[in-house]
């Protein structure tokens, strides 16, 4: 059973060292799930002198005003023999043989936590005494409730005090240990007061009632012992600290003990209570109360652990592995972040993420209408057949068939196509573009380094840009060889004209009937439609071969290669990751440690059980 309290003791160690005090904090957080004794009590109600009865030392700073300003969590370790001394968490390798000494060492890092003005703070400091002379308990001393500041201290300073104490004991892993004086009235006590309203039920409050050697003649506290006149679901304990006499005199704590012993067992009022009074009993009811609560809590423990580690892990993972400190180590990491991003954005195009389906919606919509959009009718109008035809024939009419005509007017139209070839490359460029920033944003190592981030698309960018030129040059040349070499087959099989043109006799530009010039117009039509339906195949088979297939084959050759030649300090700053980032992933591993320690040592106790 003893185990159980040193398992938490570790336990609430490590939480402090990692920042973990109880606080609100993003984190998880063990320190609220661990079972603890809280001591309350109001300034000058004996706080100090139980504590340092149940220790059986001298070690509590003393003074008038607000002494304790941070919580003590006081570990007690009760060893078989051996000089006593004391540790703090702070000062790991340092034993304290001396206990004005271990005074002094709470005073001053009090200090160095809240400045000299008499400030607190709520972040913890511990102290574990090893004595023969203590049984196995942890304690955390609250400072005390009071209702005026003194000087130096600003006025909401017992505002703060009364929140901080609130924050530890309304936990319900939380034991209260109320101290109040018997010489006052129990009605205005501060640590009952606050007890109840956290604890109405009094099912984790236990009432230790001091001074019961200083009340008046005639009254004694005999009613509360036997818990008829405030009842709280564990017995009260009563204490006889020593006097401010007896510490200016350094009386021995066991003759203190001694002499409190006699006190209860020859007042007539308490002699039938003695058996359950004292400070040696207050900390044997607290040990044995302790290990109970901290063994039925142990399922719940291992429960929050199990869910917690899987929660750090998630986060971890999420984040992603730190750095590698060699060359080798960075450039390792650079290339695998950019074969997942590239790997991410092959998966777009080919169908296993969502957006590739969009370049081939530019072939099959966006780029036929924009060539049943054109407007071959302009170039075929009546007056440009006649204007082209006449001006091909020159000082000269031809003989059997316009031939340069027919030429000058199929290129007419046919360099037009040559605007919704290029809008085809430009599209699918376009769409090339967002399926890159979709996949650097679907990259979580990427958001790990802004740098990297920036250098990877920026790179990826420029080859999608060498990419569209080399696709316009080939989808242009596409077009340009149409109309730079005409399918004679087409023409062939037309029917020969009746009449070999028009009349000489006539103007240059009267020199042809209406009926032949559409004739011309007609064919023109027939023959550019086909040139469009050639295209309409042709062009994406060039645009996919010039920019998907190679966004696919060869996006990062050249950024590899780049790479390839950078130095250790170049590719440290593409890896300059976020110090937010690298704070938050050591916080995470420090804490999925304690989480994983935990868990081991819990599950050893629980089979002990």
Not at 102 to 124: L, Y
Not at 267 to 289: D, F, I, N
Not at 491 to 514: C, I, M, V, W
């Amino acid at each position: 059973m003893e185990n159980l309290i040193q398992l938490v003791n570790k336990i609430q160690r490590a939480c402090t060292a990692l920042g973990d005090h109880g606080e609100e904090s993003a984190m998880p957080t063990l320190w609220d799930a661990l079972p603890s004794i809280a001591v309350v009590g109001g300034q000058s109600s004996g706080k100090s002198s139980v504590l340092e009865s149940v220790v059986g030392k001298d070690f509590l700073p003393r003074g008038s005003g607000i002494v304790t300003r941070r919580p003590l969590v006081l570990q007690l370790h009760k060893i078989d023999e051996g000089r006593e001394y004391a540790e703090f968490m702070h000062l790991p390798r340092k034993k304290f043989t001396d206990f004005a000494a271990v005074r002094q060492e709470i005073a001053d890092e009090t200090d160095r936590e809240t400045g000299r003005n008499k400030g607190i703070s709520s972040v913890p400091i511990h102290l574990s005494i090893y004595s023969p002379h203590v049984v196995n308990l942890t304690l955390v001393d609250l400072p005390g409730l009071t209702k005026v500041a003194v000087d130096g201290q600003h006025e909401g300073i017992v505002q703060d005090i009364e929140n901080m104490v609130r924050s530890f004991i309304e936990k319900p892993n939380c034991i209260i240990l109320a101290i109040s004086p018997a010489n006052q009235d129990l009605a205005t006590s501060d640590a009952i007061k606050i007890s109840r309203e956290v604890d109405p039920k009094g099912e984790r409050t236990f009432g230790v009632l001091t001074k019961i050697d200083l009340m008046d003649k005639g009254t004694d506290a005999s009613e509360i012992l036997e818990g008829k006149s405030y009842k709280l679901n564990f017995p009260w304990i009563g204490v006889v600290n020593r006097s401010q006499a007896d510490i200016n005199k350094q009386v021995d704590m066991i003759a203190a003990r001694k002499r409190e012993n006699d006190y209860f067992a020859n007042t007539p009022e308490y002699r039938h209570l003695a058996s359950r009074m004292g400070s040696v009993h207050l900390g044997k009811v607290l040990s044995k109360h302790l290990e109970t609560v901290i063994k039925s809590r142990i399922p719940g423990l291992q429960s929050l652990i199990n869910k917690t580690i899987i929660e750090l892990e998630t986060e971890l993972n999420r984040i992603g592995k730190p750095i590698a400190a060699d060359t080798g180590g960075k450039l390792y990491t650079i290339m695998e972040i950019c074969r997942t991003f590239d790997q991410i954005f092959k998966d777009h195009l080919d169908g296993i993420r969502p957006g590739g389906e969009k370049i081939y919606q530019v072939f099959d919509n966006q780029f036929p209408a924009s060539l049943k959009r054109l407007q071959f009718d302009k170039h075929l109008s009546m007056d440009n057949v006649r204007k082209l035809i006449t001006e091909a024939d020159g000082y000269q009419p031809h003989l059997i068939a316009p031939e340069q005509g027919y030429r000058r007017l199929i290129e007419s139209c046919l360099v037009s196509i040559r605007g919704p070839a290029e809008a085809a490359v430009d599209a699918v460029h376009g769409i090339l573009k967002d399926l890159i920033q979709k996949s650097m944003s679907e990259t979580m190592e990427l958001k790990q380094y802004p740098t990297l981030k920036v250098e990877l698309g920026s790179a990826a960018v420029d080859s999608l840009e060498r990419m569209r030129e080399e696709s316009k040059k080939a989808t242009l040349l596409l077009v340009d060889m149409e109309y730079g070499y005409l399918t004679v087959e087409f023409f062939r099989k037309l029917p020969q004209d009746a009449e070999k043109g028009g009349n000489p006799t006539h103007s240059l530009f009267d020199r042809y009937n209406d009926a032949y010039l559409r004739r011309i117009a007609t064919t023109v039509l027939s023959y550019v439609n086909m040139v469009c339906g050639t295209l309409r195949n042709t062009i994406p088979k060039s645009v996919v071969y010039c920019q998907v297939r190679e966004a696919k084959r060869s996006l990062l050759d050249h950024f590899f290669t780049e790479l390839g030649k950078k130095e250790g300090k170049q590719l440290a700053s593409l890896l300059n990751e976020d110090p937010a980032i690298m704070q938050r992933r050591t916080s995470l591993a420090r804490r999925l440690e304690l989480y994983r320690s935990a868990q081991t040592e819990i599950e050893a106790v629980a089979w002990e059980r």
